[in-house]
Every structure is written in C-alpha cells, then in structure tokens.
C-alpha cells in the first residue's frame, strides 16, 4: 500500500500466508514545464513485491 512501510509491507504478506521473493522498484516522474520545455522529473519510487505462497498456508 503506498502510505505502508517496507518492514509493515513484508509483515502484511507474511501474515497473508506469503513470502517474498523478488523486490522491483521503479521511479515516477512528473512532468514540469520551464521556459516552454517539458521535463520529467523523479519525485519518488515505488517499491513491488512479488510473492509466493507458503506451502501449508492457506
């Protein structure tokens, strides 16, 4: 969730019966405008968690 924390992200998943297994973050960008020109900018980054369920866990 976005306003969540990495550790309270992973304890979520563990308390849904997953574990994570891959960690993909990428950038997004907004767009300004400065003397007529478009700039995208990094104004964060989102974290991604790709997960898998734990055997005996259901």
Known sequence: MESETIEEC???MK???YQPVRRM???IFEERTTK???EYVPV???I????????GEQ
Do not use: A, D
Not at 48 to 55: A, D, P, T
């Open 15 to 17: 308390k849904e019966g």
């Open 25 to 27: 973050e990428k950038p």
């Open 10 to 12: 992973l304890n979520r």
């Open 44 to 46: 964060r980054q989102q």
């Open 36 to 38: 007529s020109t478009k």
């Open 48 to 55: 991604v968690f790709e997960g898998i369920l734990i055997e």
